[in-house]
């Protein structure tokens, strides 16, 4: 079925319950919301120019050019970073389906207002909504031997089962332990030196302590697990500075313990004990698998660098034209007994089926109105006002009763309400 004209860009404000259902001519439009899939969100997860190319910079601002404090470990030679992991290109195909609860709202509104909706700036709404969707990564079926692992618990997902463990540890242990503080007697003995996390400041204490191999793990798996432990080790430095030391013997007073929540009764353990008893219990937590559907969140904060760049790759044309996205909320609109149509070459969803009328066959008042828009599509309610009730104040009694043989002809399809006010009258299709 279609109507007789395009949709003007002229817009009327309408309150949704949830979504902004108040779509703004092409002309109008804002750049796109935030991209949930920008380097900010992903650490580490592409190449990125290196920030000190920027400081040596010839354009640099000379107020800018302020000597730099020497570091007390400044005597020590840096050493060299290990090379970054190469992300590689996977055989998976990544697509984005409407999340079913933002889905399901979106349907209500569509009843309510009882409008038609562009399909295609719908499915912009929902891929640009942060949690308005779901990602599904499929291996290609020319890939046989490639295969990804899911987490059960949070539907993360890696391209491999060492990045699959490495999640688990670093998400998962909380799930099962219950972390705690507790303060001890600090450390006897003495001590040259303490090792220290440049990027943090936090101290681990002496490269010899027995502590120091634990507080290390601790603080990489909650902190830097984007990184390898290799590549988060280059950023250790070992002071010698005894009020460091002092003050790492005072924070070593607070000692982690680990309780396990299924049996608060049972022995705590330290993080090295929680981690050798975590990691019998994670062969069932996650399973191999050729299709994957990940929530949006989950999918916006992936650890796996190589998935992390497919999914950016088809957001970021996804995001300018939601194609992926259009195909699956057509197919699920239809299931939910919704109806699309063509206004010129525009896709539009409603809840009412479209019926044409001949005014002959009506009463006068309503024959009116539909000869009226059949010569004038793309009219407002104001306007039809204007020109079939002159004399009458738009904000009276008598305008709104002269406008209610709207409501029904919109209720039974024959005239269709758009989503920015304005009235069509639809037209039959033409059989061939």
């Given amino acids: 079925m279609e109507a007789n004209t395009p949709v003007q860009d002229d817009q009327k404000d309408a309150k949704d319950v949830v979504l902004d259902l108040n779509f703004v001519p ?15 969100t992903y650490k580490d997860s592409g190449p990125r120019r290196d920030r000190r190319d920027d400081r040596r910079s010839p354009r640099r601002d000379s107020r800018d050019a302020r000597p730099r404090p020497p570091r007390s470990d400044r005597s020590r030679p840096e050493r060299p970073l290990p090379p970054r992991e190469v992300i590689r290109e996977i055989p998976v195909t990544v697509t984005f389906l409407p ?3 933002r889905l399901a709202s979106l349907v209500r509104q569509i009843h309510h207002t ?4 562009p399909l295609m700036d719908l499915a912009n709404l929902m891929i640009h909504d942060a949690e308005g969707y779901l990602v599904k990564i499929e291996v290609n079926k020319d890939a046989p ?34 972390k705690e503080e507790i303060e001890t007697e600090p450390p006897a003995g003495q001590f040259v030196c303490v090792a220290r996390c440049r990027k943090s400041g936090v101290l681990l204490g002496p490269p010899n302590h027995h502590s120091y191999t634990d507080k ?59 981690e050798v008893e975590f990691k019998l219990k994670i062969p069932s937590m996650y399973e191999e698998t050729l299709r994957a559907i990940v929530p949006s969140k989950v999918a916006q904060g992936l650890e796996d660098r190589s998935i992390v760049q497919a999914i950016r790759r088809v957001w970021s044309k996804e995001s300018h034209f939601p194609l992926s996205m259009s195909f699956a909320m057509r197919a699920a609109f239809r299931h939910m007994h919704l109806y699309l149509f063509k206004a010129g070459k525009i896709n539009f969803v409603t809840h009412i089926k479209a019926n044409p009328v001949k005014p002959e066959d009506t009463i006068d008042s309503i024959a009116e109105v539909l000869v009226f828009l059949k ?18 104040d738009p904000k009276s009694k008598e305008a709104l009763d002269a406008l209610q043989p709207l409501s029904w ?13 304005t009235l069509s009258v639809p037209i039959r299709q033409r059989r061939r």
């Fill in 99 to 101: 999340e079913q609860k």
């Fill in 216 to 274: 290390l793990n601790e603080l990489h798996q909650s902190r830097f697990s984007h990184l390898t432990l290799d590549e988060y080790k280059c950023n250790i430095d070992t002071v010698r500075d005894e009020e460091l030391i002092e003050q790492w013997k005072q924070e070593s007073r607070k000692k982690t313990i680990y309780k396990l929540k299924s049996d608060p009764e049972a022995e705590p353990v330290d993080l090295h004990k929680a």
């Fill in 375 to 392: 010569e004038n599509p793309g009219s407002s309610r104001r306007h039809l006002l204007e020109i079939l009730h002159p004399s009458l």
């Fill in 26 to 40: 092409q002309w109008a439009r804002k750049a796109p919301g935030e991209n949930h899939y920008s380097d900010r």
């Fill in 145 to 178: 031997e490639f295969a990804m692992f899911q987490c059960k618990r949070c539907r993360a997902v890696a391209c491999s089962e060492e990045g699959i463990v490495l999640h688990l540890m670093s998400k998962h242990l909380s799930d099962v332990y219950e």
């Fill in 409 to 421: 002809l919109i209720e039974r399809g024959h005239i269709i309400e758009f989503f920015n006010g």
């Fill in 114 to 117: 009882r409008r038609a909706y």
